[in-house]
């Protein structure tokens, strides 16, 4: 590699790293672009060689097979789980808590309860809200691994027949098949409730929901419509094979199930 070839790969990762430092979607794809441009070139200027390019570029849809594989796969996560009431999160730990409360207060919801459940490695914290007039549920949600956090937002509405629709901003693909009952629509580039309850009212719109359609919901049962709801995603991933029983209590993800998380994990690679 010459010195006008290094110039220009330093250039194109760095203009990579400046993209994604924005909250614009398509500077962010932009930037991703570039960094599988940069893969590409290291790989050809070492080697003077395409296919080294192309396999610079394989190599990034390659690393979350070997973290499934290696990881994931030797992972046990319980059958059930079970949603209880906690105290938040310490303000160093979650910041943004008492803002995205008053936004969704702000919103007309109201808040009910502070819960939460343990999931192999993972803890959840969850702040759950309910909306009389539009027959909704809000959750703000922790998810803490190994000293790496993340939140996200949830607003479902319940049908009379029993079906659940949700909107969410949660930041990654989902790592298991949603049951037939429930339908999901995520929203990752929401950035305030405003877009989140437009998305969600879009989405109830495009099923062709109506006001009448929804149920009440009682808000003292609400942890327990989401244990229920845990629960019947566990029976019908069981059911298609994306995880299987390995002992008492206790799921794993089968190899059915790692090529499904490895698929979802690079089709957000590919719309990112």
């Known amino acids: 590699m010459d010195l006008q070839q290094f110039l220009y790969l330093a250039a194109t990762v760095v203009f990579a ?37 192309a396999c610079g570029i394989a190599l990034w849809f390659m690393l979350p097979w070997v973290e499934i594989v290696g990881h994931v796969r030797h992972l046990r996560f ?87 629709f949700t909107t969410t901003n949660y930041p990654f693909p989902p790592t298991m098949k949603v049951p037939p009952r429930q339908r999901l629509n995520r929203f990752v580039h929401a950035v305030s409730m405003e877009d989140l309850l437009a998305s969600h009212g879009q989405f109830l719109d495009s099923q062709g929901l109506s006001d009448e359609d929804f149920a009440v919901v009682d808000i003292e ?13 566990i029976d019908h991933n069981i059911t298609v094979g994306v995880i ?16 499904y998380l490895w698929f979802q994990m690079v089709k957000d690679m590919v719309v990112i």
């Not at 105290?87 to 939460?116: N, W």
């Not at 490695?121 to 998810?143: E, N, S, V």
């Not at 049962?221 to 995603?233: K, N, V």
């Open 78 to 164: 319980p059958l059930k789980s079970e949603v209880k009431g906690r105290f938040p999160p310490s303000a160093d730990l979650f910041p943004e808590l008492d803002d995205l409360t008053q936004e969704i207060e702000a919103h007309g919801f109201e808040r009910v309860e502070d819960t939460g459940w343990k999931w192999s490695d993972t803890d959840h914290f969850m702040r759950l809200f309910y909306h009389p007039g539009r027959h909704a549920q809000a959750m703000i949600g922790l998810a803490q691994q190994d000293g790496f956090s993340f939140s996200y937002v949830s607003v479902t509405s319940r049908t009379k027949s029993g079906l659940a």
């Open 17 to 53: 790293f400046a993209c994604r430092t924005f909250t614009n979607r398509y500077l962010r794809k932009l930037g991703w672009l570039a960094l599988l441009a940069a893969s590409y070139m290291l790989g050809f200027f070492l080697t003077g060689s395409h296919a080294a390019g």
């Open 221 to 233: 049962q609400l942890p327990g419509y989401i244990e229920r709801d845990m629960s019947a995603q």
């Open 244 to 259: 299987e029983l390995v002992e008492e209590g206790q799921f794993r993800y089968s190899w059915r199930g790692c090529f």
